[in-house]
């Protein structure tokens, strides 16, 4: 602020960067307070489910997958690995998602119907030790070796070789905050976003896409960034486009910075950029319905275990890397694979009162476990003999075909979607617990949830908040018409209803809200 000549031009200043970074923590949803994380779909099959159910069943918004041209990757048995898109060697829309028109469609087509675009940026690096050649859509030619992406154009000066200190040019120490931000992330060539000149080709990739219509971006690898550098960045990013969002309108930023504590870096330094993935989230929770802590503990989840300020925090239970066992929590992260753990812990997340809450919709893979690390963590989606993706079919029950998990398609999720919907803006109260694994609390008045996670049944008498009347719980079943497909819990004039989850049932949870109510 050197410079500043008078008080009130200060004030002016900080509260307009106040303003500013208020915007950039602001999902800009107009349809729900959840997104989903719909891993390598293909644009067109994203678009269609926004508008036949994302929309319908109150989703905010999608978190779509790098759609910049990337390597192409053949290996040995590794063909074409989902990291793949991780190593850009151009900022043009072209990938095997499908190219820019298509890209566009889909955008429009989601913002149609109330449901958000958010675009996984890859801006910390760009290809590293794969080979020269053409990228994934064989548009942009480019040489690793020599940092050579003339689709860009990057060349060997936009790099942050001469800023490293370590003698492999790789991180070689984590709690050096300098290498973990200057050097490579195992070999990837590090971008320099010092440089005025990268900052110039980064900001004009993002306004691309600001003005296609997208709401914002996760920022892939933020802890290898300096958040001052990342700041400029964004401040130059376009306002939101006009035919979607409100005049003056700013991108969602939530970056990701793995941070579980015990390293230089912490996710604290980014959030006045937006807002910061919370890896402690999901393995916390992991840890606790897998038995290794008690669901008691769970009454001041969040900033009392440690955690960020729920307004600066994105949550989630798993992302694409550490189901692979990638990034962080290690084996007690929750998956597809344990699935009513996972229904669980989702339920707990859509239903507690912090951060913003993101989902996740898989594809499977079969493991094959050597030495404690699954050899098939590479496997790409479902592709057919040409590589093209086979995105997902849509079964008569509403679940996923052609080897697509679609674990936002689970009634048991996408019903504490709508629970979640139905209780923003109201806080926990009416903590009940057992002292070891059985929970409830409310949300205000607009909703109650019960969770067992003990070896016996869960029979009690407990304050749902709720007015008197009959309520159908959205875990077991669906409220359709006037009735219920699975449990009905009746809810007497002084709120208090007889609730039980017996553990013979598929799911250990019981939710019910305001909306719910025949």
Known sequence: MRGVGGGGVLLVLVL??????????????????????????????IASECESFLGPRGYGGVQVSPPNEYVKVYQGDVRRPWWERYQPVSYQISSRSGNDADF???????????VRIYVDGVINHMSGWWPAGTGSTGTSGFDAGSQSYPGVPFSAYDFNDGNCNTG???????NDASQVRNCKLVGLNDLNQGSEYVREKIVDFLNYLVDMGVAGFRIDASKHMWPGDMKIIFDRVNNLNTDYFSAGARPFIFQEV?????????????VGNGRVTEFRYGKYLGEAFRGYNQLTYLSNFGEGWGMLDRAYSLVFIDNHDNQRGHGAGGANILTFRVS????????FMLA?????????????WDQNWVDGQ????????????????????????????????????????????????????????????????QIAFCRGNRGFIAINNEGYDLKQSLQTCLSEGSYCDVISGNKEGGSCTGKTINVGSDGVAYIEITTMEDDGVLAIHAESKI
């Not at 015990?262 to 604290?268: D, K, L, M, P, T």
Request: charged share 15%; proline share 3%; glycine share 10%.
């Open 340 to 347: 009513k753990w996972y229904k669980m812990a989702n339920a």
């Open 16 to 45: 307009g960067w106040v303003g500013l970074v208020t915007a950039q923590w602001d999902a800009q949803v107009s349809n729900g307070q959840a997104i989903v994380h719909l891993f390598e779909w293909p644009w067109s099959n």
């Open 352 to 364: 507690w009162p912090y951060g913003f809450t993101r989902l996740m919709s898989s594809y499977y």
């Open 104 to 114: 566009r469609d889909m955008v429009a087509r989601c913002n149609n119907v109330g």
């Open 374 to 437: 699954d050899k098939n963590d590479w496997i790409g989606p479902p592709m057919d003999a040409s590589d093209n993706i086979i995105g997902p079919s849509i079964n008569a029950d509403q679940t996923c075909g052609n080897g697509w998990i679609c674990e936002h398609r689970w009634r048991q999720i996408y019903n504490m979607v709508q629970f979640r919907n139905v209780a923003h803006g109201t806080d926990m109260n009416d903590w009940w617990d057992n002292g070891n694994n």
């Open 168 to 174: 492999s040019g790789n991180i070689e120490n984590y």
């Open 258 to 270: 793995i941070d579980l504590g015990g390293e230089a870096i912490s996710g604290q330094e980014y």
